[in-house]
């Protein structure tokens, strides 16, 4: 019995969920925050390192949580991920505390209603976020529950970047796809694409075999009515169908004797021992050769019905062998 895993549609729309918050959500924050810093910073722009990291962490206070007694030990994370600098190491727990509540941040663009757009975008995706990692009992969803989440996620970052931008596509694409494309899986489509043409190279060789045997071949389309083939094994079995239907006909061609003079003048007399006897007792064509005998042969042979050779040929063989 196999014992490989089989993910089914529901796992794989987790993982699809899962990809749009940690990916495509957490890309679009980050974006944000770089947005907003070098918005209140233009002469030091955010550089993704620790000199950059630096600088956010020399604009906290001491009452931050970052350094607060009560609270310093649970932000340690948060606090080393901020000094790397590199915002594609932040989590989204990371994100939203620099977005939310640096000191850095907090004089220049936390007010009015852009904020406002941004806090519930940040909402959202921590809403998302939570329901899929926090409070999920398996890690499974279905189609209604990932449509629902996938497309707040998709608002979300449509309300924090643009329509336009590639990581709005992503989701979208996310939403949409009705495959799932591993590796594995594109190696076997690939194979599947190289026996295709083999198979194709093979159905060519059939072909020129017909035309010199000169035999015509119905063209008959094969319908696949398996839908659980995809439409490369569905492809590649009408080829086979198609192959094999010209073999049979080959095969029934090459067993039909192919006789220059009809199958009545071959009678099977010329297989008869009697027949082959008379033929090995003559010592030439010309010498003790019973020519008569053979002329009145032929004569039966050519011009006395079918139902009647048996019984000429028989008369004719007691005669000649007497």
């Known amino acids: 019995m196999s014992t490989e895993t089989v993910y089914s549609n529901g796992e794989l729309r987790f993982f699809r969920l899962a990809k749009g918050v940690v990916d495509h959500s957490n890309a679009a924050l980050r974006n944000v925050f770089k947005r907003e810093w070098n918005y209140l910073y233009p002469s030091t722009p955010w550089q993704n390192n620790s000199t950059s990291g630096s600088m956010l962490l020399a604009r906290e206070r001491s009452t931050s949580r970052l350094y607060h007694p009560a609270h310093r030990k649970d932000y340690q994370h948060i606090k080393d991920n901020l000094s790397c600098g590199d915002v594609k190491e932040w989590d989204v727990t990371t994100l939203v505390f620099a977005l939310n509540y640096s000191d850095a941040l907090s004089a220049g663009v936390r007010f009015g209603d852009r904020w406002t757009g941004i806090q519930n975008a940040i909402y959202k995706i921590k809403e998302v976020r939570n329901a899929l990692f926090s409070h999920a009992r398996k890690a499974s969803t279905s189609r209604d529950t990932f449509k629902k989440n996938i497309e707040i996620l998709l608002h979300a970052v449509d309300n924090l970047l643009t329509s336009s931008d590639p990581l709005v596509e992503k989701l979208k694409t996310l939403l949409n796809e009705t495959e799932f494309p591993t590796e594995d899986l594109l190696r076997y489509k690939q194979c599947v ?124 063989l007691v005669r000649i062998n007497c």
């Open 193 to 316: 694409r190289e026996d295709q043409n083999s198979l194709l190279l093979l159905e060519k060789d059939v072909k020129r075999l017909e035309d010199k045997m000169k035999i015509t071949t119905l063209t008959i389309e094969t319908t696949v009515t398996d839908d659980t083939q995809s439409p490369e094994t569905s492809a590649s079995s009408k080829i086979i169908s198609r192959i094999r239907r010209r073999m049979d006909n080959l095969e029934r061609e090459m067993k039909t004797p192919v006789n220059l003079v009809p199958s009545r003048f071959k009678p099977e007399i010329f297989r008869n021992a009697r027949y082959i006897r008379l033929i090995n007792k003559s010592f030439s064509m010309s010498y003790n050769f019973r020519w008569e005998d053979l002329e009145s042969f032929l004569r039966c042979v050519l011009f006395s019905p079918v139902s009647e050779f048996a019984e000429i040929v028989q008369n004719w």
